[in-house]
């Protein structure tokens, strides 16, 4: 354990991975816990948020599974509830919900937009609505929302939803920081660029747009777009998260932090 966060409570929602391998809330939940934060993982897939769970306890690390979806209040407050009463307080909350939705403002069925906004922004402001009070309680706390580089720049797909609902992610960061700097609590979102996570390569959507399904050749093309020249893993967004959410930053609220490789800085 490294120590940056020791005696902390963290509320990691979106801890599971939607597949195999290390997604940016299983990388981020098992990150804090290596540094000595106590972990609850949340998820809306209860099996996704039992392994992280076993995976903090199997490294000596403290950790308690829970089943929330995101974007429902009575279960973001269940879930608040429920990593005080283990913990007995709350002092890091990370929003790492999120989903990818294609599509251009014509061809996107409404259905689908109202899903995005909810999943990709309320569950931001549901997270904050009930974590804040609980962190007050104990004197203030740090929180990062998962934004993306979607909300600053077009990255090649048509992505109309996706681009808004994070864009609105950065302005509620934002405008939460402001709300609560006085009282000792800091908001800060990170905004990841082009990732090879489970989560990328099991959106159809996304496959489609760049492959035609071809989930290799997504990949390809994806790194290709970097200036590093490769994409960014899930810890690459954990670390940043780390900091963020570490003594380290403690002068840092409001910011985005771009987490991309270089690829905000194209014109093209």
């Known amino acids: 354990m490294g120590g940056r966060l020791d005696g902390r ?9 939607s597949g195999p391998g290390w997604g940016n809330g299983k990388a981020t939940a098992v990150l804090m816990a290596r540094e000595g934060a106590r972990v ?3 998820d809306i897939n209860a099996e996704a948020a039992e392994e992280t769970r076993a995976l903090i306890e199997s490294e000596g690390g403290e950790a308690i599974a829970l089943t929330c979806n995101a974007a429902r209040s009575d279960d973001v407050a269940a879930t608040v509830a429920a990593t005080v009463a283990a913990f007995g307080r709350l002092d890091i909350l990370d929003n790492n919900v999120g989903i990818a939705v294609t599509g251009a403002v014509v061809d996107l069925a409404e259905d689908e937009w109202d899903r995005a906004m909810a999943v990709n922004v309320k569950s931001m402001y549901l997270g904050m609505k009930h974590a804040i009070p609980a962190m007050l309680e104990t004197g203030g706390g740090a929180i990062v ?5 979607a909300s600053i720049r077009h990255i090649g797909v048509s992505y109309a939803v996706y681009n808004a609902s994070k864009a609105a992610v950065n302005q509620l960061t934002s405008a939460t920081a402001i709300d609560y700097a006085g009282q000792g609590i800091r908001v800060n979102a990170v905004l990841p660029g082009l990732m090879k996570t489970p989560m990328v390569e099991t959106s159809t959507g996304l496959a489609s747009a760049y492959s035609d399904g071809d989930i290799e050749e997504m990949w390809r093309k994806r790194d290709s777009q970097v200036p590093v ?12 998260e780390l900091f963020l959410v570490s003594d380290e930053a403690r002068y840092i609220t409001g910011h985005s932090l771009v987490v991309d490789g270089g690829l905000s800085l194209k014109i093209a």
């Open 9 to 17: 409570a963290a509320l990691v929602i979106g801890a599971g991975s």
């Open 40 to 42: 609850a993982c949340a």
């Open 145 to 149: 929302n998962i934004s993306s580089v």
């Open 229 to 240: 020249g490769h994409m960014g893993e899930a810890w690459d967004v954990a670390h940043a």
